[in-house]
């Protein structure tokens, strides 16, 4: 079992900035992927961004330039930096972790945390 703590949610302004993190513990592998989806009301939940415990990294089009997503491997934890925020971004954020960022591959989802960006 592995457990996801999310933090940092909350409501800004449009142009501000908000950083996401994900803690996870339990039985974690050494080989994973962590990062975040979202989903905004009447939405599909979606790929945010995702990172490698080797690195490589995913983003959405809509949050590339804008967001950035990097992890600290020996707290097994994943950060979301989220600049220039535009109503759009507006969602509940969903932490994952499992063998890679496609929905298939992940196997366990934190309890979202929300954010809002207001005009």
């Known amino acids: 079992q592995v457990q996801l703590v999310e933090s940092g949610g909350g409501l800004v302004q449009a142009g501000g900035s908000l950083r996401l993190s994900c803690a996870a513990s339990?039985?974690?592998?050494?080989?994973?992927?962590m990062g975040w989806y979202r989903q905004a009301p009447g939405k599909q939940r979606g790929l945010v961004a995702g990172i490698t415990s080797g690195g490589s990294t995913a983003y959405a089009d809509s949050v590339k330039g804008r967001f950035t997503i990097s992890r600290d491997n020996a707290k097994n934890t994943v950060y979301l930096q989220m600049n220039s925020l535009k109503p759009e971004d507006t969602a509940v954020y969903f932490c994952?972790?499992?063998?890679?960022?496609?929905?298939?591959?992940?196997?366990?989802w934190g309890k979202g945390t929300l954010v809002t960006v207001s005009s």
């Open positions: 994952f972790y499992g063998s890679s960022w496609s929905k298939d591959g992940i196997d366990y």
């Open positions: 339990g039985s974690i592998f050494s080989i994973n992927a």
